[in-house]
């Protein structure tokens, strides 16, 4: 479940100082999400990715509301603050697909390193690596390919060579010709770096879950998931390397003791009734930011 569905989902009416608790959190986490695709997705992108997924939240949670009646628009009127007509055109997007291809429209910068590499009057036909481009001048060229990933107008294509060149997609050699850093862009060494990002981010969902389940049982004597975190504000930086040793040591030993316990109470066979339970462990630091 998302994060937005388990808000949805809090079985408490929330006070107005609540909520901007929670939206701060959210706001908090958020930052944190955008900051690696600054550059990779667009604003307008991002935007229609939260609508459609607050739409599928909302959505789940008026049909478990009222399992035997199908979503009506005005109940979505009312959990979504989205007028009925705007309400209409997202499922519309939802029912023809679009929720499932929208995220591959991202920055024209993107866009373009992407047709840079795969386009094959852009690719070597030996080596099968990008060419080698010129800033200026015919095809193949930066400027013939900004033409043809129809690129933002009113860029000049020595700002985008330079903002290539700064951001590490790409070299500049003596005689002025680009060149793309595959090692960063091609899609075959991106696999390993998908599924870290895809564990890593199923890690960020089970503790905000955890969270919130917490959140929803405060008031009550139910019974709560572990939650607790630790940390101090004035570890010596020339120790660092020594706490962080020291940790990891720590967690890794409660690893080979969580892990027993997990080994003992699974079961042998699958079953659609069982339930998924776990536990996680992770190191974080806060380092000062630097001045200049």
């Not at 959990?79 to 024209?108: A, C, I, V």
């Not at 900004?146 to 500049?172: H, Q, W, Y």
């Not at 660092?240 to 940790?247: A, H, N």
Request: net charge negative.
């Amino acid at each position: 479940m998302s994060i937005i569905g388990f808000i949805l989902n809090l079985h408490k009416d929330l006070t107005t100082q609540e909520v901007n608790a929670l939206a701060a959190g959210v706001e908090d986490v958020l930052r944190q999400l955008i900051r690696p695709l600054l550059g990779s997705m667009s604003l307008e992108r991002m935007e229609e990715l939260l609508r459609l997924v607050f739409l599928e939240e909302a959505e789940r949670h008026a049909h478990l509301e009222k399992p035997e009646r199908a979503v009506q628009v005005g109940q979505l009127a009312l959990l979504t603050g989205t007028d009925s007509r705007r309400l209409n055109k997202l499922r519309g997007q939802l029912s023809g697909g679009e929720r499932s291809h929208f995220t591959s429209k991202m920055t024209p910068t993107t866009q373009l390193l992407d047709l840079w590499s795969t386009d094959p009057a852009y690719v070597d036909e030996q080596t099968d690596q990008p060419r080698a481009l010129p800033v200026t001048g015919d095809a193949p060229s930066l400027e013939a390919l900004m033409k043809t990933s129809k690129f933002i107008r009113g860029v000049t294509p020595r700002s985008v060579a330079d903002r290539l060149v700064l951001s590490g997609n790409a070299t500049e050699d003596e005689a002025g010709h680009l060149h793309m850093v595959t090692e960063k862009f091609m899609p075959n060494v991106t696999g390993d770096v998908v599924g870290a990002i895809e564990v890593g981010f199923i890690a960020v969902e089970r503790l905000v879950e955890t969270v919130l389940t917490n959140l929803e049982s405060l008031d009550t004597d139910g019974p709560k998931l572990y939650q607790r975190a630790f940390w101090t504000n004035r570890l010596a930086p020339h120790r660092r390397e020594e706490f962080q040793d020291r940790l990891t040591a720590l967690m890794e030993e409660f690893e080979e003791h969580g892990n027993e316990v997990l080994r003992e109470l699974e079961m042998n066979i699958e079953s659609p009734s069982q339930v998924t339970g776990g536990y996680g462990l992770y190191y974080f630091e806060d380092r000062p930011e630097e001045d200049g």
